[in-house]
């Protein structure tokens, strides 16, 4: 399991991922802002393993997943959900994964064909503003935290767009 602070974009400063036992796992770098909403995730020692930005020419909102300076995935809106929002977070090949449920309040799954591959919540932490994904064994679990950072990225730009108009 991981620990993520919640709003840590608005905030805009750097934060570090947890794991269950509170040991720090992955620093993200937050000041990074631009007009890509990029963010880098790096190791204990400082060095860079992945990274999240906005594509900036795509009709709705996408976000591509850097892992060791290659592209490993694009996160984006689907189009058409009644009722709720989805992401799918495409990866190269046949595996792409899908987030769904109440991505607003951190209260969602990640599946791969139909199976759950990681649990975004809430409800199992006593911390305020933090949430906790929970990685299932053999899954890459990098590629599951940008996702999710992705999505609180997406999550955050549609909020900030909103509350402008």
Same mark, same amino acid.
């Given at each position: !399991?991981?620990?993520?602070?919640?709003?840590?974009?608005?905030?805009?400063?750097?934060?570090?991922?947890?794991?269950?036992?509170?040991?720090?796992?992955?620093?993200?770098?937050?000041?990074?802002? &631009?007009?890509?909403?990029?963010?880098?995730?790096?190791? #204990?020692?400082?060095?860079?393993?992945? &990274?999240?930005?906005?594509?900036?020419? /795509? !009709?709705?909102?996408?976000?591509?997943?850097?892992?060791?300076? @290659?592209? /490993?995935?694009?996160?984006?809106?689907?189009?058409?959900?009644?009722?709720?929002?989805?992401?799918?977070?495409?990866?190269?090949?046949?595996?792409?994964?899908? !987030?769904?449920?109440? #991505?607003?309040?951190? @209260?969602?799954?990640?599946?791969?064909?139909?199976?759950?591959?990681?649990?975004?919540?809430?409800?199992w932490l006593t911390v305020r503003d933090t949430y906790a994904?929970?990685?299932? @064994?053999? @899954?890459? /679990?990098? #590629?599951?935290? /940008?996702?999710?950072?992705?999505?609180?990225?997406?999550?955050?730009?549609?909020?900030k767009k909103h509350k402008d108009e």
């Amino acid at each position: !399991m991981y620990v993520i602070r919640e709003k840590f974009f608005s905030i805009g400063d750097d934060f570090d991922v947890l794991d269950e036992h509170g040991s720090k796992v992955l620093h993200v770098d937050g000041k990074v802002f &631009s007009a890509r909403d990029k963010v880098v995730i790096e190791d #204990l020692t400082g060095a860079e393993v992945a &990274s999240v930005h906005r594509q900036l020419v /795509a !009709m709705r909102p996408t976000y591509e997943i850097r892992i060791g300076g @290659e592209k /490993a995935a694009e996160v984006r809106k689907n189009l058409f959900t009644p009722f709720r929002d989805k992401f799918t977070i495409d990866v190269p090949g046949p595996d792409d994964l899908t !987030m769904k449920g109440d #991505l607003l309040d951190h @209260e969602y799954v990640i599946e791969r064909d139909g199976r759950d591959v990681a649990t975004v919540s809430k409800r199992w932490l006593t911390v305020r503003d933090t949430y906790a994904v929970q990685v299932a @064994e053999g @899954e890459n /679990a990098l #590629l599951i935290i /940008a996702g999710v950072l992705a999505l609180d990225l997406a999550l955050t730009r549609e909020e900030k767009k909103h509350k402008d108009e």
